[in-house]
């Protein structure tokens, strides 16, 4: 058998130190954890930095080497920084260094760098090697011009070349989430199905556990013919619901999982329930790849972002909203001639359709609605000039029936209006053909 530990559900969330030591006493074979995701939006990924504080990423981080240290066990980590740029590869090895030197830690590391250069990606765009996603629009080579970072999500190929160095701890840029997690077993031996089954199970932590959570621990044990899941504290446990619906997460498939070594095909797998915390999985297999498409990641600038957030609760304004807002939206266009196609103005009804947006079903409205308004222009002064103005019109907007004049938004905040700065999209968001694409492998020695 081959014990597998996830502490939580990405680097710098969290866990608390009674998982922790429970986790210790167990005497997991490797450390594996996921550190980021494309779920705070493309922002990071643009920037190159991570989405979670550096505090608290080293406040893992410092656990996980003391048990990487006292067990003589290796630390996987994937998607390192959150986005899994270079940048964000060595902000986290940064970190470590600091550590060890706090502690007077000695560690050899690798480096795995994910990140594709325009030119590689153009190569490919122009010989027919990329492919939309499901959800993904096709892109021209003119888009790759504003693209700041781009990222392959790579599998387990880097990582295994990478700990076939001698190496303590594997740092490796974009990755499948899985990935960590099933390195090892799949090394050693144990079948490519229930090892990435293993890790998507185990990729966020006590998600899979009830109740869950994404600031804790789980265990995962691998055997020849099934895996065990399990939770680290006495007040989770892990049940055929919460772990069958963490294998359909993120995914819309219930039966084949894609992914960039293949596909975990879940067509005879079965979940049992072993004891009140303990499920046992089987049955799943891997179907080979016969061409190596992986997925990539990049973003692109769009201007500079402008928010104001209003409320609003009277009734006549609320009834006639969305031809108030396509009223400004004229007015606008009409006022800042001289800014045509230099900004774009989004409005967020939020107790009408902020979430859903038009996909909403619900024909209810509330009795008052959290407006957002934003504002993305090519620069600061345009994206100022029109949110303000926005503000300024709304507030004393003569609408159809109006009776009060006294104002038509209430804004909690003051200022009223905050530029948050650059604004990025998911330009790069396909499969590229990578049949024989080596990432950079760089040995350090702490």
Known sequence: MFKVYSPTAILGYGFSEESFENALRLKPDVIAVDAGSTDPGPYY??????????????????????????????????????????????????????????????????????????????????????????GSKEFLEKDLERVTNIVAQ?????????????????????????????????????????????????ECGAIAAEPGSGRDGIMGVVYEDHFEVFPLIKTRKCTVNSVAAHTLYEKSDPYYLHGPDGVIDLTSTQFIQKDENTVIIEG??????????????????????????????????????????????????????????????????????????????????????????EVIGENIEIAKSILGFLRSTLLHYGYKGRISTAGNLAFPFSPSEVIWGEAYSFVVYHLIKLQDYDFPVLIEEV
């Open 45 to 134: 990924l643009g920037k190159g930095i991570s989405f979670v504080e550096r505090y608290n990423t080293k406040r893992d981080l410092f656990y996980l080497l003391k048990m990487t240290k006292s067990l003589d066990i290796p630390l996987l980590i994937g998607s390192a920084g959150g986005c899994g740029t270079k940048s964000s590869v060595d902000w986290t090895f940064e970190i470590i260094k600091e550590i060890c030197k706090e502690n007077n830690w000695k560690f050899r590391i690798a480096k795995v760098y994910t990140d594709i250069s325009k030119d590689f990606v153009k190569k490919a765009l122009l010989e027919g090697n990329i492919k939309t996603l499901d």
């Open 154 to 202: 790579i599998g387990i190929d880097p990582f295994i070349e990478a700990y076939k160095k001698d190496v303590n701890i594997v740092l490796c840029g974009r990755s499948y989430d899985p990935s960590p997690f099933a390195v090892l077993p799949i090394l050693y031996g144990y079948p490519k199905g229930l090892s990435l089954h293993l890790g998507k199970i185990l």
């Open 284 to 373: 799943s297999k891997f179907i080979d790849s016969k061409e190596k498409w992986l997925k990539i990641e990049g973003a692109a600038l769009l201007g500079i972002r402008g928010v104001c957030i209003a409320g609003i609760r009277d009734p006549i304004m609320l009834s006639q909203i969305e031809d108030i807002l396509s009223e400004h939206q004229k007015i606008v266009d009409d006022v800042f001639k001289e800014y045509e196609g230099k900004y774009k103005i989004y409005f967020h009804l939020y107790g009408k359709n902020g979430v859903m947006g038009e996909m909403e079903k619900e024909e209810k409205i509330s009795h008052e609605i959290g407006l957002i308004i």
